[in-house]
């Protein structure tokens, strides 16, 4: 540290001890805002957004807030692409219940606990492939309909239309790696993955077109 | 080029870690001998559905917090952010125990001497380093410099913007770094001429594996800036584990999230890095957007603070007695530039009177402004300021409203009591 800082700090200290000197008193600062609940409105869709969103936030993010649909649409597709494991058919069920119980324009209804475990397992058995899609974290750069770091799914399913060796390309595409041919990001090798699994998430992307 | 996801890695590793947990407590003796289904099913119960903080490999916050002033203030748990208000600021220099946190994901907690760092991309020779070996490579520099995290003083906004709910004059600090010049690092690799961005990559994870790595890239111009740094000290001490430990980057004068924290990667790019840090948050409209707007597609990366200042002294509801001095003090700052002039205005902005700024230290440290104000009169009393820098931009009384809540500079105000 200078000198230059040493005389600076001595200079406040000096100047904090003068102050006091001079009979400051110090009053406690103005109220706080009340604490936001820890836990969800029990409500259509609670249960399931607690899942999804508790594993890495503390309910206060939500319990806090007050946001338009739009701004709700938005942070969950943020955080999706920040690799929280919630599947395409979860979305809406979570949008309608943050939208519903925690809106800046609207006052929300009355708690339904009844209601909390809806969606909970809705298409969990259903497609058990788009379910890989995300435990994998692949939509942390691909998306269904939308380019993101990576091309969306519907993209590659397009580009592979009518190839008969589109399943065996693609699967050696992920495992593999790419050479960047959507963008200046490379596709990164997945060497971990199951035959099992590439096999039902490959099957899953082709039929996306 | 490409940026290399590591997550697995990391999974793998955590996994060796509950494994070896769970081997442990299947030998562990006669106890064992009796209960040890049970604890091995206990055991991988909690593997599959592991707690919700705290994983292996990290740092638990209470760890955290117990190095850190009582004075600072918990704005979120998961992920950690806290922040001492304006007037616990009242410092030349930030001490380490009020230098605000911001994590996207957990507190790694790394072994700085198994830690390397690797420089690769567009670069003629790939390097990689030891901490210690860093060191000694290149002429260590110690300096000031703000940190602030983008979306400071996000909870002044009004509709509330979403976010971290940081204090109005939350989230900043000014302590001083040491470390290596960024730009010796890139010039010892040898640049490629298409060399455009520099992308650095942390070692934090999340509490789910699929969490994306935090990376963020600057212009090649703000990485070869004499000022900006991979540090490894803090107020002359190794960096705490919250704040980046073992190296980091430190960006001066920009939005926190270019100052990637507990750095292993640093990838020369041709162009911006593409990513959810990069493009999905930390952007703020080309042009402002109604209150509760969504952000539009044109939404641009947020990079150099804007002009700011706060006063640090009185704090709020403060008392004084009338006829002795009042000392108004603060700390103003702008991302690229310099600080200018300081006003201040005790009748809600009718008038200003100018204060004096303190002789400028490094180049990105924050200015202290100080003035003596007498009151006339006793009662409620307001002070309010407001900086300019030397490009002619003063703070505004608000700033545009943006969906993410960034780039607070709107005019501080703190209220305290004359007494006759």
């Not at chain 1, 919630?86 to 925690?102: K, N, R, S």
């Not at chain 1, 397992?121 to 788009?130: F, M, S, Y």
Request: charged share 20%; hydrophobic share 40%; with cysteine.
């Amino acid at each position: 540290m200078s000198c230059f800082r040493k005389a600076l700090q001595a200079g406040v200290a000096a100047a904090a001890a003068l102050a006091t000197a001079a009979g400051i008193v110090m009053a406690p600062s103005s109220a706080q805002e009340p604490e936001p609940a820890r836990t969800l409105i029990p409500g259509k869709g609670s249960d399931l957004t607690t899942a999804r969103c508790a594993t890495c936030h503390d309910a206060q993010h939500i319990t806090r807030a007050r946001l338009s649909r739009g701004e709700w649409e938005y942070n969950i597709q943020n955080m999706i692409e920040r690799g929280a494991p919630i599947a395409p058919h979860e979305v809406p069920v979570i949008l309608d219940y943050l939208a519903t119980y925690y809106n800046r324009d609207s006052a929300p209804p009355a708690p339904d606990p009844s209601a909390a475990g809806y969606g909970l397992d809705a298409g969990a058995g259903a497609d058990p492939a788009a379910r890989l899609i995300t435990t994998h974290a692949c939509v942390a750069c691909h998306q269904l309909d939308r380019r993101l770091v990576g091309p969306s799914f519907r993209e590659v399913a397009a580009r592979f239309s009518g190839d008969g060796a589109a399943a065996e390309k693609l699967a050696k595409k992920i495992r593999e790696g790419g050479a960047g041919n959507w963008g200046n990001v490379p596709m990164p090798p997945h060497p971990q993955l199951s035959e099992a699994d590439l096999g039902q998430m490959v099957g899953w992307i082709l039929r996306q077109k | 080029m490409a940026l290399e996801r590591d997550r697995s890695e990391d999974s793998r590793s955590r996994e060796v870690t509950r494994r070896d947990f769970i081997a442990r407590l299947a030998g562990a003796g006669a106890v064992t001998a009796l209960t040890g289904a049970a604890l091995v099913r206990e055991a991988l119960a909690q593997e599959a559905k592991p707690a919700p903080s705290d994983p292996p490999g990290t740092v638990p916050n209470a760890q955290v917090m117990a190095e850190k002033s009582p004075a600072m203030q918990v704005h979120s748990e998961r992920p950690l952010t806290a922040s001492v208000p304006a007037e616990q600021h009242n410092f030349a220099v930030t001490p380490t125990d009020r230098m605000f946190i911001r994590n996207n994901l957990l507190t790694p907690d790394i072994d700085a001497s198994k830690h390397r760092l690797a420089v690769k991309g567009l670069v003629d020779k790939e390097l990689a380093f030891s901490v210690e070996e860093l060191k000694k490579a290149f002429p260590n520099v110690t300096l000031q410099a703000m940190m602030e995290c983008a979306g400071s003083g996000r909870s002044a906004y009004s509709p509330r913007a979403s976010g971290t709910p940081w204090l109005p004059t939350g989230g900043m600090g000014c302590p001083t770094w040491t470390g290596v010049r960024l730009r010796d690092v890139l010039a010892a690799a040898g640049l490629k001429p298409n060399a455009a961005h520099v992308a650095g990559q942390g070692g934090d994870f999340g509490a789910v594996p699929t969490a994306a790595p935090v990376i963020r890239s600057i212009p090649l111009a703000k990485a070869m800036e004499p000022n900006t740094l991979i540090a490894w000290g803090m107020n002359e001490a190794p960096l705490p584990k919250v704040h980046g430990y073992p190296l980091r980057l430190v960006v001066p004068g920009w939005v926190g999230s270019a100052s990637t924290k507990w750095l292993h990667t640093l990838t020369v790019l041709d162009a911006p890095f593409k990513g959810t840090y990069m493009d999905r948050s930390y952007r703020i409209p080309k042009h402002p957007v109604r209150p509760g707007d969504k952000l539009p597609p044109d939404a641009v990366v947020t990079e150099a603070w804007p002009v700011k200042s706060m006063i640090t002294h009185p704090a709020p509801n403060a008392a004084f007695k009338l006829g002795k001095p009042v000392l108004i003090e603060g700390r103003a700052w702008v991302g690229e530039g310099a600080i200018e002039k300081v006003e201040l205005s005790f009748n809600e902005g009718v008038t200003w009177v100018r204060a004096a700024i303190n002789a400028g230290g490094d180049k990105y440290a924050w200015r202290i402004f100080s003035y003596e104000f007498y009151p006339k009169t006793p009662g409620y009393t307001t002070v309010i300021a407001r900086a300019t820098d030397d490009r002619g931009n003063t703070q505004p009384m608000i700033p545009p409203w943006n969906p993410l809540g960034y780039f607070w500079n709107g005019w501080h105000r703190v209220g305290f009591m004359v007494e006759a």
